[in-house]
């Protein structure tokens, strides 16, 4: 199977998590978006099953509008029972790294709302050990090139991502040769940089269950 198919895949399978009747919290990216592909069929033949979603990006919500899904603002919403979301990297414990469609702040306010984050991702994104992907990192533009300093004293090796500002006015640093063994501490200890709006680890919101796509087929693993 392509990654491509491997996507479409854990996209429908994600639907299982979805409770009829409720609001369905969106994530980004090219696996949510057959995740958004296998919502707007399901919608045809049940209309009722999700009332809205609250998206985490421009992109995200331009797609379920499309399809004629309300989209709520996150800050109407008390709570969400899950939260359906891809990732670049994910571990055998459910750690992960987020960013690489630039959405990770937002991602990390909708998946807070959640009870459960479903992560959906083919096989390629599981790791034993995160830092592989280039660890995206959301900056106060100001602050862009003291943040890069910032990751070269701990070993790692940080870029502006040309060309991208994300939904709330910032840029991207893409940070290389990190090895993140700690991810919980590691995610504490950056977020307390200045400038630094949100890394791209997620492990204070990790996954609750990765629907994880196979050449055997879907496999789901529980943290
Ligand atoms: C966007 C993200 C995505 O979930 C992540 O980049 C995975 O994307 P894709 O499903 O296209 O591989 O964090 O900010």
Same mark, same amino acid.
């Given at each position: 199977?392509?990654?491509?198919?491997?996507?479409?895949?854990?996209?429908?399978?994600?639907?299982?998590?979805?409770?009829?009747?409720?609001?369905?919290?969106?994530?980004?990216?090219?696996?949510?978006?057959?995740?958004?592909?296998?919502?707007?069929?399901?919608?045809?033949?049940?209309?009722?099953?999700?009332?809205?979603?609250?998206?985490?990006?421009?992109?995200?919500?331009?797609?379920?509008?499309?399809?004629?899904?309300?989209?709520?603002?996150?800050?109407? +919403? %008390? &709570? @969400?029972?899950?939260?359906?979301?891809?990732?670049? =990297?994910? #571990?055998?414990?459910?750690?992960?790294?987020?960013?690489?469609?630039?959405?990770?702040?937002?991602?990390?306010?909708?998946?807070?709302?959640?009870?459960?984050?479903?992560?959906?991702?083919?096989?390629?994104?599981?790791?034993?050990?995160?830092?592989?992907?280039?660890?995206?990192?959301?900056?106060?533009?100001?602050?862009?090139?003291?943040?890069?300093?910032?990751?070269?004293?701990?070993?790692?090796?940080?870029?502006?991502?040309?060309?991208?500002?994300?939904?709330?006015?910032?840029?991207?640093?893409? +940070? %290389? &040769? @990190?090895?993140?063994?700690?991810?919980?501490?590691? =995610?504490? #200890?950056?977020?307390?940089?200045?400038?630094?709006?949100?890394?791209?680890?997620?492990?204070?919101?990790?996954?609750?269950?990765?629907?994880?796509?196979?050449?055997?087929?879907?496999?789901?693993?529980?943290?």
């Amino acid at each position: 199977m392509t990654q491509d198919e491997l996507k479409t895949l854990v996209g429908r399978a994600a639907l299982q998590y979805v409770q009829a009747g409720s609001i369905v919290g969106v994530g980004t990216g090219s696996t949510v978006d057959k995740f958004i592909d296998a919502l707007g069929d399901a919608l045809k033949t049940q209309p009722g099953l999700i009332t809205g979603a609250v998206s985490s990006s421009v992109r995200s919500t331009e797609r379920l509008q499309a399809l004629g899904i309300q989209v709520l603002p996150s800050d109407t +919403v %008390t &709570g @969400l029972g899950v939260y359906i979301d891809g990732a670049d =990297e994910i #571990d055998h414990q459910g750690n992960m790294v987020k960013g690489g469609g630039a959405a990770l702040t937002r991602e990390k306010i909708v998946a807070d709302l959640a009870e459960r984050f479903v992560c959906i991702a083919d096989e390629s994104k599981l790791v034993k050990v995160l830092g592989a992907f280039p660890l995206p990192v959301e900056v106060i533009p100001m602050a862009s090139a003291q943040v890069i300093r910032a990751f070269a004293k701990i070993g790692g090796s940080g870029k502006v991502r040309e060309g991208v500002t994300t939904d709330n006015g910032n840029v991207i640093v893409d +940070v %290389t &040769g @990190l090895q993140i063994t700690d991810p919980a501490q590691f =995610e504490s #200890d950056i977020n307390q940089w200045p400038g630094v709006v949100t890394v791209g680890v997620f492990a204070r919101n990790k996954a609750s269950v990765c629907l994880l796509g196979t050449s055997e087929g879907v496999k789901t693993l529980g943290f």
